[in-house]
Nanobody, 120 residues
Framework: QVQVVESGGGLVQAGGSLRLSCATS????????MGWYHQAPGKQRELVAS???????DYADSVKGRFTIARTDAKNTVFLQMNNLKPEDTAVYYC??????????????WGQGTQVTVSS
């Protein structure tokens, strides 16, 4: 099974920037998409941004214009550039990788999460 490892979280003041990285390894199947969710205390995990193997991106409305997702040419690492951070962005950020196992069946693997804290 693919391994997913995040890095780059931390503490930043409102208006600041952070860059998260997510590296995958050990996949035997094509990774069809990768992305980021976040989960704040007491709330459900929510999609932040995603990118397909073809480079199609999607963003939550709350981060459009502030966050950018990108991937390496090898398509096994994604980055989330977060600018103009707000206190409400504070959460644990989880990266996921979606593998295409067979036609119609995909498997999602999650990373361990990285904490992002934005102080006001």
């Amino acid at each position: 099974q693919v391994q997913v490892v995040e890095s780059g979280g931390g503490l930043v003041q409102a208006g600041g920037s952070l860059r998260l990285s997510c590296a995958t390894s050990g996949n035997k199947f094509t990774i069809s998409a990768m992305g980021w969710y976040h989960q704040a205390p007491g709330k459900q995990r929510e999609l932040v941004a995603s990118i397909t193997g073809g480079g199609i991106t999607d963003y939550a409305d709350s981060v459009k214009g502030r966050f950018t997702i990108a991937r390496t040419d090898a398509k096994n690492t994604v980055f989330l550039q977060m600018n103009n951070l707000k206190p409400e962005d504070t959460a644990v950020y989880y990266c996921y990788a979606k593998e295409l196992i067979t036609s119609g069946f995909e498997r999602i693997t999650w990373g361990q999460g990285t904490q992002v804290t934005v102080s006001s």
